[in-house]
């Protein structure tokens, strides 16, 4: 009898230690189903707000490259006009074409959110293959803002010289001190023979061909990282369905 009772609560004690066993893989499951669901919806969140991010930088590659477009376009009758002596442009036209070489934006990106993401540890919840086309994508913006800076600092003193030769200094002026008035120097303004006579000189064609470079230069580095983005947007459009 008592063997019997011993082996009944042997049964009963292992019987006990399964459904302990059992709540507490339950218990586990339900933990990680939970701890997957908060993840995923960190990640889908994660996902959008680095989407926006992309799409709102290649809205701003697009804008840039069509502004360098036009920008070119019109710099090459300036170039033109100074190898050659026939135009159809007006002096004042091509004095406002280079003024708007002289004027054109610093780039603007965004670069928060993934940034954020990084140093928050939350880009592991990407996927491998979305964490590398982003790695690959912002090494290229830091090669394209190090280009920028590099080119700037390069160009700062032609800049300032052609800024006084077109007498475009005012037009930054007015902007910075409206209730001040600047006069230019009468022996650096150029009257309009002598402005012409300026375009005309080899080392102005060298200098303004050398900003003509830069802009060529500058939109192939954002064709290629509108194909980076393009790419990156592609994946994430895949891995959302």
């Known amino acids: 009898m008592e063997n019997s009772k011993s082996a009944r609560y042997f049964k009963y004690a292992i019987g006990e230690i ?16 939970n701890i997957n669901n908060e993840q995923n919806k960190e990640r889908l969140a994660l ?13 701003q590659f697009n804008y840039r490259i069509k502004r360098l477009d036009d920008v070119n376009k019109n710099l090459i009758k300036v ?5 050659t002596s026939s135009t159809n442009e007006p002096l004042d036209s091509l004095k406002s ?12 990106l ?15 919840l990407l996927s491998e293959k979305m964490t590398t086309s982003l790695t690959d994508y912002e090494t290229y913006v830091t090669n394209y803002l190090r280009f920028i800076d590099i080119t700037n600092s ?3 003193e032609d800049w300032s010289h ?13 902007v910075s001190y409206p209730e001040t008035n600047l006069l230019g120097h009468p022996e650096l303004v150029l009257n309009e023979q002598a402005l012409i006579d ?11 061909h050398k900003y003509y470079t830069k802009f060529m230069i500058e939109k192939a580095w954002l064709k290629e990282l509108k194909c980076r983005i393009e790419s990156t947007l592609e994946i994430i459009k895949k891995e959302s369905l």
């Open 18 to 33: 399964i459904l302990v066993v059992i709540g507490i893989l339950i218990a586990l499951w339900i933990n990680n189903l």
């Open 47 to 59: 996902t959008a707000n680095i989407k926006q991010e992309l799409n709102e930088n290649l809205n």
């Open 79 to 83: 170039l033109n006009f100074s190898a």
């Open 97 to 108: 074409y280079v003024t708007n070489v002289l004027i054109i934006e610093v780039p603007k």
């Open 110 to 124: 965004n670069n928060s959110r993934i940034s954020g993401a990084k140093s928050s540890g939350k880009f592991s």
């Open 154 to 156: 390069y160009f700062d």
């Open 162 to 174: 052609l800024i006084i030769r077109f007498n475009s200094l005012e037009n930054f002026h007015n």
């Open 198 to 208: 300026y375009l005309k000189e080899p080392e102005t064609y060298q200098l303004l």
